[in-house]
């Protein structure tokens, strides 16, 4: 049995690999050497070649990265290198909790220093390259380390919540662990910007003055209370522009990158804001957490009826089982349940996408989120021609051009 499912986990390893590789072969066939006619006076021919060699160059380093992770994630399985891992580490301790500590921490670790030359690569070779990166050597290493004691705090917290619960509670380790997990993730869906993103970049209230007062008096006639509107130094590691939503309740906020602002009309802005002010009045923020709440006890229910198997230890070559081991079979084994959960939340957040656009082109202006959406389109360099299968699998966003399509009955209603 516990060889069936060693060959099961290659196969399904292997499978996963291939199958992505076929999506990422159809979408790099899918250039077009024209300018849409929607984008002409915001890309000239040189920055259409350049979006389309920067795809080219981004594609090629993902496979490459792609591959090197399938090999060396087979050659593990292949020969026990994580029952090796585990052998080791129980040379030191017996202790179930401390165990899993060291089993997981290292293969991050260890995942973590192997990936970083490509991740300096990808920054200071191929971003610097397309005029991107404006991260420096001690923001790249200082990231690193606060990553890393991130990592140990939160992962490795959570981690030890999980093993005592399944420890302590027996048959009842998926409903409580579910609920651990559920208020953890509340909690950090309320104060992420204020204790984690505060690590890594700052944040400031907007500035009074015009832009400002078109927000406020968009969110005013619109029903939405906003008090916090902030300003974050995006521009400190890379020139791409984005904006983003966070927070529940009163912790809610508004974040502009820097590089929006300093791109952007005060309409094109107060467009994207209205985007993002239609996902919470739309309630998706709230329906992205139940769907998460209802995903997680399911995923911990399944786990809960094969953890205790010996044979998924086993599978991976393990004399002994463990939490730590039987854990990692079952994500292994859940790849393909995983894979369609995917494509279906990228499905209902492609929906989603839609109905914040149809808010802010009803409540707002269609023609400025579009002039917005075409301006960052343009100046990160996106793919304006994703394949459609591509597009389903993958993209949690519509392709901009049928985003710009969509908005068009509300730009000619308004």
């Not at 079952?330 to 656009?357: C, H, V, W």
Request: charged share 20%; no cysteine; proline share 3%.
């Amino acid at each position: 049995m516990e060889q069936t499912i060693f060959y099961i986990i290659i196969a399904i390893v292997i499978l996963d690999f291939l199958v992505e590789r076929v999506f990422d072969i159809l979408n790099a066939g899918k250039l077009n050497t024209s300018i849409p006619e929607r984008f002409k006076g915001y890309m000239d021919e040189a920055k259409y070649r350049k979006s389309q060699d920067y795809k080219k160059v981004k594609d090629r380093f993902g496979l490459l990265i792609a591959s090197l992770s399938f090999f060396v994630l087979l050659l593990m399985l292949w020969f026990e290198g994580f029952a090796l891992l585990d052998e080791f580490w129980r040379r030191y301790t017996s202790n179930e909790i401390l165990l899993a500590l060291l089993f997981f921490g290292s293969l991050g670790l260890a995942a973590d220093i192997l990936s970083t030359p490509f991740s300096w690569y990808s920054t200071f070779t191929i971003e610097e390259r397309f005029g991107f990166n404006k991260t420096n050597i001690k923001t790249f290493f200082l990231d690193k380390l606060k990553g890393w004691l991130l990592g140990i705090i939160i992962g490795g917290g959570l981690l030890v919540l999980i093993v005592w619960i399944y420890q302590a509670s027996g048959d009842i380790f998926w409903i409580i662990a579910w609920m651990a997990i559920t208020v953890f993730t509340i909690f950090m869906t309320m104060f992420y910007s204020t204790l984690i993103v505060p690590l890594f970049n700052k944040q400031k209230p907007l500035e009074d003055g015009p832009l400002r007062e078109e927000i406020e008096r968009f969110a005013e006639k619109t029903g939405f209370k906003l008090d916090n509107i902030f300003v974050i130094d995006g521009s400190k590691r890379s020139a791409k522009s984005n904006a983003y939503f966070s927070g529940l309740g009163p912790k809610k906020r508004i974040v502009l990158f820097d590089t929006l602002i300093e791109n952007h009309t005060k309409e094109e802005l107060v467009a994207v804001l209205a985007h993002e002010i239609g996902h919470y009045k739309k309630k998706h923020t709230l329906t992205n957490i139940v769907l998460s709440f209802l995903q997680t006890g399911v995923l911990l229910f399944v786990l809960s009826l094969v953890i205790d198997n010996p044979v998924m230890s086993g599978a991976l070559g393990a004399e002994q089982p463990s939490f730590h081991m039987g854990i990692l079979a079952f994500g292994l084994l859940f790849t393909p349940i995983n894979f369609i959960l995917g494509i279906l939340m990228n499905m209902l957040s492609r929906k989603f996408e839609y109905q914040a656009d149809a808010f802010a082109g009803h409540n707002y202006s269609a023609k400025a989120l579009k002039d917005a959406l075409k301006k960052l389109s343009a100046d990160n360099l996106s793919n304006l021609y994703p394949h459609p299968s591509y597009v389903f699998v993958y993209y949690s966003h519509p392709p901009v051009l049928k985003r710009l399509k969509f908005l068009d009955r509300y730009e000619k209603n308004s």
